[in-house]
């Protein structure tokens, strides 16, 4: 049975993006292994949301958790600072990373350009925090999307190196998961190649957002004038429609639409209103849960504090053995 751990920022409702990234699989996983799921609250404090906005965003993220099938008879489901064991293993693995190292991360080079005046240290070790989260319930799979990729490598570099400093066998080396061969990377509505909540919400299609609001979105999103050639390349903005019709679709209708592009008789309009459809259907299920589990406070308060105990019996155990191994130990 492998341990299966992933996480996402609390930083609004989820998109489609993240549960073809991360959360699809999970669910899948959950049947058969031993998985852990959190709320990564305190790696959304680098971009230093107002409280008021955290807290309802932890429990919007938890609602639309157990509304997209994670399940806490099955999985682990927790906030990340509900387990404080986490800021000492990232401490303690922070004694190993150099500083160098952390400041070619792509991620943290990017935050860079995007918050010149906020280039806090949080963003700089961000990914030993991550590490710290994967590390804590020694982790084999981490089911994430294509943006997470270099920090699980970074990952598997803190593991090692802990393990050759300290002469063990004590972390495994967990590896980016995706069901296909290749980590997914869903694209937006407004022509870029990443769905994202921060850069342009009206890009993503949330798991929260009514037929309506998908329907008006997806009739707005980016295409454009049409192919004039046969085998004429698709441009990116029409490439991604094409990548969430792959999402969301039938296979017959993803030929449909390639055979209309190829012929030159593609008409964009029918395109997005079959995809806005598909989308409706898709989401729909998650949708009606998540309305029914908004008013659900006790349930939800009860699942985290489950979630919590699990979590924190997992966590103590690494914590504990790891300050052992770097000599911490009682006199
Ligand atoms: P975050 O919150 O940015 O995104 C959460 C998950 O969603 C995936 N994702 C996408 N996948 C495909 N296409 C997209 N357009 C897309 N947008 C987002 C992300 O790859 C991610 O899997 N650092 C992480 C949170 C984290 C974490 C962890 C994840 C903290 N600790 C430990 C795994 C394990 C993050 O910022 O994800």
Request: aromatic letters at 8%.
């Amino acid at each position: 049975m492998d341990t299966v751990v992933s996480g996402i920022r609390p930083t609004g409702y989820l998109h489609l993006g993240n549960y073809f990234g991360a959360l699809k699989n999970f669910i899948t996983m959950q049947e058969e292994n031993n998985c852990f799921f959190f709320i990564a609250d305190y790696h959304s404090l680098t971009t230093h949301p107002k409280p008021e906005d955290l807290k309802e965003n932890i429990k919007n993220v938890l609602i639309d958790y157990l509304a997209a099938g994670l399940d806490p008879e099955k999985a682990v489901i927790y906030v990340q600072s509900d387990v404080p064991e986490v800021c000492e293993l990232n401490l303690l693995l922070s004694m190993n990373v150099y500083v160098g190292e952390l400041q070619r991360v792509a991620s943290f080079k990017e935050k860079v350009r995007r918050q010149p005046n906020n280039v806090n240290a949080g963003l700089l070790i961000y990914p030993i925090l991550m590490s710290a989260d994967i590390l804590l319930h020694h982790a084999d799979k981490v089911p994430v999307g294509k943006d997470q990729e270099q920090h699980l490598e970074l990952t598997r570099d803190f593991a090692q190196r802990f393990n050759n400093i300290y002469g063990v066998e004590f972390f495994k080396l967990p590896i980016a998961y995706n069901f296909g061969a290749e980590l997914v990377k869903i694209p937006g509505l407004d022509g870029t190649t990443k769905m994202s909540k921060s850069d342009n919400p009206n890009s993503a299609i949330f798991l929260s957002d009514s037929p309506e609001i998908i329907r008006k979105k997806v009739m707005r999103a980016v295409s454009d004038s049409g192919p004039t050639a046969s085998g004429m390349p698709k441009s990116q903005a029409v490439e991604n429609l094409f990548t969430l019709l792959q999402a969301v679709s039938s296979a017959e209708t993803l030929q449909y639409f390639n055979e209309q592009y190829d012929q030159c008789t593609i008409r964009y309009g029918d395109l997005k209103k079959q995809l806005a459809e598909d989308l409706v259907n898709f989401t729909a299920p998650i949708y009606d849960r998540i309305l029914s589990l908004k008013t659900n406070d006790d349930y939800l308060r009860k699942v985290l504090r489950e979630g919590q105990e699990k979590a924190r019996e997992s966590a103590k155990k690494t914590v504990k053995n790891v300050r052992e191994i770097v000599g911490i130990v009682p006199l």
